[in-house]
């Protein structure tokens, strides 16, 4: 796939897409808009599943929303709201350190750019640029297995990690498409273009496709 049939097939993957369903964190964030509370629902969604980050973080934020209500927050009344997610007592402390941090050496707030956002402890380029995406409205690309997988699937990007699927990505795709292509590429990923044995039958785009990397599929 070319850009050039990327731009032709991004309007059949939209319309598609009315009819998967979208990822919790993609409907939580278009809520919301609190750049905190995307940071630390993105962090509890590492490995969990939807339907577990949804819940934890509507536990947690009932309890604390905000950096100086988190950071007050014992460690084990964190792990205990957000369990069971997946290495909860790990993000507990990480997501007490990172309110902490944010309070001491960002004046409460989030910090709006990659390099900010890099050095909370805990944050990788996925999560930074979900939170510039989705919690700052700025121009970023949130790159996850869903969007590493399926872009070098299509022969858009040859890479061997999302980092570098984000950098590609930044050089070759028009800016307009960057902030939306995490959550529709991860609804598309879930329901349409699986990992092992992807549903080609009912894909829009069938056509664009290289398939690189596909053997079964139904």
Not at 10 to 30: D, Y
Not at 42 to 58: F, H, M, N, V, Y
Not at 146 to 152: C, E, F, L, P
């Amino acid at each position: 796939m070319t850009v050039k049939e990327f731009i032709k097939a991004w309007p059949k993957i939209k319309k598609q897409l009315n009819s998967l369903r979208v990822p919790w964190l993609e409907n939580f964030a278009a809520l919301h808009r609190d750049p905190f509370r995307i940071l630390i629902s993105c962090i509890l969604s590492l490995r969990t599943q939807d339907k577990t980050t949804g819940a934890a973080s509507e536990r947690l934020f009932k309890l604390a929303g905000t950096p100086a209500s988190l950071s007050r927050l014992a460690v084990k009344t964190i792990e205990k709201a957000i369990y069971p997610v997946g290495f909860y007592r790990v993000k507990a402390r990480t997501v007490k350190d990172i309110s902490g941090k944010i309070i001491r050496e960002h004046g409460s707030q989030v910090p709006d750019t990659i390099e900010g956002l890099l050095s909370l402890k805990g944050v990788g380029r996925k999560t930074a640029n979900l939170v510039l995406t989705r919690g700052f409205n700025k121009f970023g690309i949130c790159v996850d297995t869903h969007v590493h997988r399926i872009t070098n699937r299509w022969g858009l990007v040859s890479t061997k990690s999302p980092d570098e699927t984000e950098l590609a990505l930044r050089d070759t795709l028009p800016r307009r498409y960057w902030k939306g292509l995490n959550g529709i590429l991860v609804a598309f990923g879930q329901n349409i273009c699986q990992p092992l044995s992807p549903f080609c039958s009912r894909c829009k785009i069938y056509s664009f496709c290289d398939r690189r990397g596909v053997g079964r599929h139904r």
